[in-house]
């Protein structure tokens, strides 16, 4: 039953995200957002990791599976439900799409930087995972900046 759930509300929330922008990208979507793909399947990948882990530290370690761990988790989660449906939306020539890929990893690098250096709150593994995640976001910014700039240099004189 839960299972059914969270499906609508993904379906839902996919609906939302790929409905309602008029703007396309100016050079062919797919050119440039297969590494864009590649980084965000990675990303899917370590949040799947993340809740495995947390699940059998769950059972073997509580003292490593906190409520400040699930609480990320739970973030991460969004995150990772959120970028593959933008991203979805920009390989069908989206520019808000696209923009919208570098301001949740804009996001995502941001808070895993500060929940990182935050003496106390997570168990040492999660800093980790955290560290990770803000280095991949940070290529995964860095990498859509330049293809969203790269139709602007080709049009100048």
Same mark, same amino acid.
């Given at each position: ?44 990948? &370590? ?26 988790? #739970? ?28 301001? !949740? ?5 941001? #808070? ?20 990770? !995640? ?5 290529? &995964? ?17």
């Amino acid at each position: 039953m839960l299972l059914l759930t969270v499906e609508s509300i993904v379906l839902y929330i996919d609906c939302v995200v790929n409905t309602g922008s008029n703007e396309t990208v100016r050079a062919n979507p797919a050119v440039g957002l297969q590494a864009v793909s590649n980084l965000v399947r990675a990303y899917v990948v &370590l949040t799947i990791g993340t809740i495995i882990a947390l699940i059998i530290m769950g059972a073997v370690a509580p003292h490593l599976a906190t409520q400040e761990a699930w609480g990320h988790a #739970v973030i991460v989660v969004v995150f990772a439900v959120l970028l593959p449906l933008r991203l979805r939306a920009a390989r069908k020539g989206s520019a808000d799409a696209l923009r919208a890929v570098a301001i !949740i990893a804009s996001v995502l690098l941001a #808070v895993n930087v500060v929940e990182a250096a935050l003496p106390h709150a997570f168990p040492g593994w999660m800093r980790i995972e955290m560290v990770v !995640i803000a280095l991949l976001m940070a290529v &995964l910014v860095t990498t859509v900046i330049r293809i969203i700039r790269r139709p602007r240099a080709a049009n100048l004189p």
